[in-house]
């Protein structure tokens, strides 16, 4: 599970795809939203459920969260076996949402 107090500022993107064949996978034009049922939103933190998030079971593969009640726009980098990134998706100066490049 990541478990994510605070947020980086940066963008990435997942153009490998591995693993789950079935399961969604990023690109460099594409990427899926995260599972609604692999995401917990906390008070203070989000909880990914990573045996239900099948678009981050490959290394290189990221999803992207959105709650807009909560102004929450991020996406999530599986970037190594056991590392995992969380970035805004917004950007510091003007509030727009960041692409994938």
Do not use: Q
């Amino acid at each position: 599970m990541i478990r994510a107090s605070a947020l980086l500022a940066g963008c990435a993107c997942g153009c490998r795809t591995a693993g789950d064949p079935a399961a969604p996978t990023s690109t460099c034009c594409a990427t899926p939203d995260l599972e609604p049922e692999s995401l917990t939103i906390g008070e203070d933190c989000l909880t990914v459920d990573l045996k239900k998030a099948r678009s981050l079971s490959g290394v290189g593969n990221a999803a992207w969260i959105a709650d807009e009640g909560r102004s929450l726009k991020l996406i999530v980098v599986h970037a190594d076996a056991e590392e995992y990134f969380v970035l805004s998706r917004l950007c510091t100066h003007g509030g727009d949402r960041k692409s994938v490049v």
